[in-house]
């Protein structure tokens, strides 16, 4: 670890938009040394009085400290604020809390890698008014040196989580756990609009969505085992019935002059398993839908289920060619070897990881594996 006479312990906090605000605050609070750098000047008038100090540039804020941390807009500003300074840094610990994706991450990590630079990925599970608080969640992947020398100072914004060696690790859990909850807010926004079409209040309607909302996620062990074996032979909701309750709720919502859109997203998953000969299998199903990855995605179907998808004439309620799954779905290559371009370690993490190989210059960020293909847009 390089310190240059610099405090240990010390911290260097680029982006102080409203989340990297309140994550110097919470140093500030902990007695941490904290230089706060930001694009835009003025930002950080607030915490300078509480004892932070002012970097005029990015250099002077990286090479005041040990350890690193940016919470900026995206990756392309991480990119843009980090690479000119990639020499200073190092020798340091760089922490990278921005919402990035998993490959963006990784290739941070091997950015960094090849710089002599210890990398963690970093998610923030928590709002700014959250952070310190009990709720406040964060989760992060990469050096795990790193993360057992700076748990401590990350505690004071929140629990610390460790998700393993490969830097996209966190970010992986991020956004799938952000998916759950943007597609539960606009089922409730859907919910308000028809009720509050016939003159009831959206508060009323919370009151009772968060009921319900709440007692479901009870299900979702089971919704996993299924998941998990691969089998959608069991009892629970068949495709064919979802299908139809899902078509009721759309013509109840058009009836209502609201637009369906959110159910129309779910009925489009299970239509397409019923045509692909499920109707009678439980509507998890709709995760191998999933699974089968984005219309026009040339690795579409190399997902479990693929055997089935792709063979034989397609009968409603009867997958062709392939007996109703008793045991486990044969996993397909996507899960036992990663997606192309990934590579597996065995006994390692349980998801692909990504092979980066280190170049003198990273250039511009590869199109990663996994990233949107064309033809990926909503509605298909
Ligand atoms: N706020 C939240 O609730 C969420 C909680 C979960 C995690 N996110 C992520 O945290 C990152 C920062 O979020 P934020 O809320 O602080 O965002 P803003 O208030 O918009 O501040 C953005 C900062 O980024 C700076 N910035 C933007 N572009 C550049 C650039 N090209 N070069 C350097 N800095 C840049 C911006 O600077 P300025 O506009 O003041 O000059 C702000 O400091 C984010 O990834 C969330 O997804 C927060």
């Known amino acids: 670890m390089k310190n240059d006479g610099v405090t240990k312990g010390s911290v260097a906090l680029l982006g102080l938009g409203t989340m990297g605000r309140v994550l110097a605050e919470r140093l500030l609070d902990a007695g941490h040394p904290v230089t706060v750098w930001n694009r835009t000047p003025g930002r950080d008038t607030a915490l300078v009085e509480r004892g932070a100090r002012r970097a005029e540039t990015v250099r002077e804020a990286v090479t005041a400290a040990t350890t690193i941390v940016t919470c900026l807009f995206d990756h392309a500003s991480v990119r843009e604020t980090l690479e000119p300074v990639g020499a200073d840094l190092t020798g340091r610990t760089l922490v990278d809390l921005t919402t990035t994706t998993p490959n963006e991450a990784r290739w941070l990590g091997g950015w960094a890698e090849e710089r002599g630079i210890e990398h963690l990925d970093g998610a923030i599970m928590a709002t700014p008014s959250m952070i310190g608080a009990p709720e406040a969640s964060l989760l992060y992947s990469g050096s795990a040196e790193a993360f057992g020398r700076h748990r401590t100072l990350f505690e004071v914004w929140g629990s610390a989580t460790y998700d393993g060696a490969d830097h996209g690790a966190a970010s992986l859990f991020d956004l799938a756990l952000l998916s759950g909850m943007y597609t539960m807010f606009t089922g409730f926004a859907h919910g308000a609009a028809m009720v509050t079409s016939a003159g009831v209040t959206a508060e009323e309607f919370a009151h009772r969505s968060a009921r319900l909302l709440s007692a479901m996620t009870g299900v979702f062990p089971m919704t996993a085992k299924v998941i998990d074996e691969g089998d959608y032979t069991g009892p629970g909701q068949s495709l064919e019935w979802t299908a139809t309750a899902l078509d009721t709720i759309a013509r109840a919502s058009a009836e209502q002059g609201v637009s369906p859109g959110p159910i129309e997203m779910t009925r489009a ?36 289920g ?55 210059s990273p250039g511009p960020t590869p199109p990663v594996p996994g990233s949107p293909a064309p033809g990926c847009g909503w509605p298909p």
């Open 269 to 304: 998953l299970v239509l397409a398993q019923i045509e692909a000969g499920y109707g009678n299998e439980n509507s998890d199903r709709i995760y191998e839908e999933l699974r089968a990855g984005c219309p026009g995605d040339p690795r579409r179907g190399e997902g479990p």
């Open 306 to 360: 693929r055997a089935a998808r792709s063979s034989g004439p397609h009968r409603a309620g009867s997958p062709p060619d392939r007996p109703r799954a008793t045991s486990p779905l044969p996993r397909g290559p996507m899960l036992e070897g990663g997606c192309p371009g990934f590579s597996h370690t065995e006994g390692d993490t349980p998801w692909p990881r990504f092979s980066w190989s280190p170049t003198t």
